[in-house]
């Protein structure tokens, strides 16, 4: 494996790091204010699609695509340490329209979509006219093993007749959302429980989708973008809409999967750096007792562990994505797996040593520190929780002996 970044990827690196600097770190209070503001927290702050102009008038606009006809033609080696720089930034993500779910919901339709449901949801999603979410998660049943998920999708006639109880449906909460893709099952008596299931594309404001409410995530409502608990009573589509074809469900969510987990983690890594200048500068100036508190030990050490948990992280993320571009998503399960379990963990080490140096102050709202804790928190479950993929990686390492 190659550890020296392409040149391209150097050139965005530096471009990206010079836009953070110049545009985004300060437009994150902005960001908020605006926020705060306005009637109410559904609407989007003005400054996100200035930044957004912005931002696609540079070039760095769709970088997560590898697909060059789409984005910018990246590997996912090349793409995870400027994925690492946007994740050091609530914000960064959409205003580069990096984030999830569109950027999963986005690969789905690149790679399974036919001409016609590209041109209707893929060709606004690129350009960041709107936004998606993607409807799998649901409240009555383990949803960890998927095939659990009891959401009905049936054929009648030219139109798919949709009910289904869901949760945890990110992004619900924009009002620039206008369409899902929802997983339901199609064929539930079939022997195969893998082929059971589809995908399908909802329009938001199709008759019969409602929202039941939004969930928080530690006290977080995460506007406007929100987590929606969303209930389908009889939703009518087009049966053109069916992604890939009736039963294949599994196969589009592995390749949605893949992805979307090694960007989580990319992220996870950025935050992860985030918090530790964090810690370092409070070190540095909080004095407690006559002295500076970088200059007991202990800090010290939380300091130093720090950053060694931080570089192996890195170092396995960049593996997974190696593994991804060169034998394929499906040879590299078991590093999609570990980066999954290790980063995620890795980071709340790391924000909680920072939020413990910061005192009261990093369980407020005045450091971004108990915001980056809630989220990453979020992440041993999004995605599979750790449990399943431990027991992948167990699974797998046994393989290997017989």
């Given at each position: 494996m190659e550890f020296e970044y392409s040149k391209r990827t150097k050139m965005y690196m530096e471009q990206l790091t010079e836009f953070m600097d110049k545009h985004v770190y300060p437009g994150e209070q902005t960001f908020a204010d605006q926020l705060h503001a306005q009637p109410t927290r559904w609407q989007v702050p003005p400054i996100m699609e200035e930044l957004k102009a912005k931002a696609r008038e540079r070039g760095l606009w769709n970088l997560?695509?590898?697909?060059?006809?789409?984005?910018?033609?990246?590997?996912n080696l090349e793409y995870a340490p400027l994925c690492e720089i946007m994740g050091r930034s609530w914000i960064a993500p959409e205003v580069f329209n990096c984030s999830a779910p569109d950027t999963g919901n986005m690969e789905v339709l690149v790679r399974y979509g036919t001409e016609a449901q590209k041109k209707q949801w893929l060709t606004p999603l690129l350009e960041g006219k709107i936004r998606s979410a993607f409807a799998m998660t649901e409240p009555k049943v383990a949803s960890s093993d998927a095939t659990n998920i009891e959401a009905s999708i049936v054929r009648q006639g030219d139109e798919y007749v949709i009910n289904g109880h869901k949760w945890w449906t990110s992004g619900l909460g924009d009002p620039r959302c206008k369409i899902l893709i929802f997983m339901g099952k199609?064929?539930?008596?079939?022997?195969?429980?893998?082929?059971?299931?589809?995908?399908?594309?909802?329009?938001?404001?199709?008759?019969?989708?409602?929202?039941?409410?939004?969930?928080?995530?530690?006290?977080?409502?995460?506007?406007?973008?929100?987590?929606?608990e969303v209930v389908f009573e009889n939703v009518r589509v087009p049966a053109a809409n069916m992604l890939l074809g009736e039963g294949r469900g599994f196969e589009i969510a592995q390749g949605r999967l893949g992805p979307g987990r090694i960007h989580h983690c990319m992220r996870q890594i950025g935050v992860a750096e985030r918090a530790l200048e964090l810690m370092c500068e409070r070190a540095r100036k909080r004095v407690a007792f006559g002295k500076p508190l970088a200059d007991n030990d202990i800090t010290l050490e939380r300091i130093a562990q720090s950053r060694i948990e931080i570089e192996q992280a890195r170092l396995l993320v960049l593996k997974a994505a190696y593994m991804m571009d060169t034998a394929g998503n499906k040879a590299a399960k078991q590093e999609i797996a570990a980066i999954k379990v290790a980063v995620p963990n890795m980071t709340l080490r790391v924000v909680e040593r920072a939020m413990q140096l910061h005192g009261g102050g990093g369980v407020s709202q005045a450091f971004p520190l108990a915001a980056m804790w809630a989220h990453s928190r979020t992440l041993r479950f999004a995605d599979g929780p750790d449990e399943v993929h431990r027991r992948q990686i167990g699974r797998l390492e046994l393989k290997k002996h017989g």
């Open positions: 997560f695509l590898p697909e060059s006809e789409y984005g910018a033609g990246l590997t199609t064929d539930p008596k079939n022997p195969d429980k893998y082929k059971q299931q589809s995908m399908i594309l909802v329009p938001r404001d199709a008759p019969g989708v409602k929202v039941v409410r939004m969930l928080t995530v530690f006290g977080y409502d995460d506007a406007p973008h929100g987590h929606g």
